[in-house]
């Protein structure tokens, strides 16, 4: 079966600091690997997604992650986080190559104090 | 473009009523789901249409049954709330189904409440 681990309920960073929002998943084969992103009262918007190539994949607003096969991890990164970005934060997997649905981590609430 | 629609926004029911959760999206998608989500749980998939005309079960379908209209609807259908269905539920769309790694666009949501 497979599951994704956000190991971090929340997340607090200030401004202008460096953020990492953690995920690690477990799947049979070859991951096909998302960061979502839910404000408030709002639905998912999708930040950004892992096929196949590159380990760093850049996305919206200034996100990036990094895949790490070995480590089975998909962190998101941003360089520097504004308060704009204070949200919930989803990772999701699938298995490449398959019917199966896509399974959503359990969030993680990012706070960036001003 | 609307994107998803949702309709109500809102819902309050009692014990042992029913009520049909529409989801409309305007931008061809053949696949579409329905989630709900549930404070610290993430979101669980409920059931989903991978084409016009089919319906498969998720992870937690009991309770629950489903409608593909058309292209473009999928309803979400509670014949006999139950408290345990209080959640926020997310309707879902996504490019062709050939296409597995297409990311899903999501509604803005309807918040029930079954008292």
């Known amino acids: 079966a497979q599951s994704v681990a956000q190991p971090e309920d929340q997340v607090n960073v200030a401004e202008g600091n460096p953020l990492t929002v953690k995920c690690t998943y477990s799947v049979s084969g070859n991951p096909y690997l998302f960061w979502y992103v839910q404000y408030p009262n709002r639905g998912l918007q999708f930040l950004l997604k892992?096929?196949?190539?590159?380990?760093l994949v850049k996305g919206s607003y200034g996100f990036e992650a990094e895949f790490n096969k070995s480590q089975t991890s998909f962190h998101l990164k941003k360089p520097s986080a504004l308060v704009s970005d204070s949200a919930l934060y989803f990772c999701?997997?699938?298995?490449?190559?398959?019917?199966?649905?896509?399974?959503f981590g359990s969030g993680t609430q990012l706070t960036v104090l001003p | 473009n609307a994107g998803v629609t949702q309709t109500p926004k809102f819902q309050v029911l009692k014990t042992g009523q029913s009520m049909t959760l529409q989801c409309a999206q305007d931008m061809n998608h053949n696949s579409m789901y329905w989630y709900r989500q549930d404070p610290g749980m993430g979101l669980r998939l409920i059931y989903y249409s991978a084409s016009e005309g089919t319906t498969d079960k998720g992870e937690v379908p009991n309770g629950y049954n489903v409608s593909r209209l058309n292209k473009r609807e999928f309803s979400l259908r509670l014949e006999s709330a139950a408290p345990s269905q209080t959640s926020v539920y997310f309707c879902a769309s996504s490019p062709p189904s050939g296409h597995s790694y297409n990311e899903q666009f999501f509604g803005p949501g309807t918040r029930l409440t079954v008292l």
């Open positions: 999701a997997v699938r298995p490449s190559g398959s019917a199966r649905q896509l399974t």
């Open positions: 892992y096929i196949t190539g590159d380990n």
